[in-house]
Nanobody, 126 residues
């Protein structure tokens, strides 16, 4: 399984970005795809996740109301639409995949995801 993120760049505060993550090398009908981020000097943080089957979505508290996760099952692609960006959103954003069906408290736990992408850098200037 391979995950490839794209879409990260420098953007001004208040702006928007859409990140993409394309999954390949498997059959993606169960489990979850998540986005995590790690800012400079910070621990990895859960951003959002979506289930392949049904499309239920979950968000970290710091991005609720600003970020939206979606998926295109036909293209094995998950998107992260990021609006109203803030300097504190600056981070490397990683997509991650698990084939398991996680209970909600575990969906935001990075250790429960088996596959990770290389990350894409998002920088938000003030």
């Amino acid at each position: 399984v391979q995950l490839a993120e794209s879409g990260g760049r420098l953007v001004q505060a208040g702006g928007s970005l859409r990140l993409s993550c394309v999954a390949s090398g498997g059959t993606f009908t169960d489990g979850h795809m998540g986005w995590f981020r790690q800012g400079p000097g910070k621990e990895r943080e859960f951003v959002a996740a979506i289930t392949w089957r049904g499309g239920s979505s979950y968000y970290g508290d710091s991005v609720k109301g600003r970020f939206t996760i979606s998926r295109d099952s036909n293209e094995n692609t998950v998107y992260l639409q990021m609006n109203s960006l803030k300097p504190e959103d600056t981070a490397v954003y990683y997509c991650a995949l698990t084939f398991r069906t996680l209970m909600e408290p575990r969906i935001g736990i990075g250790g429960d995801y088996e596959y990770w992408g290389q990350g894409t850098q998002v920088a938000v200037s003030s």
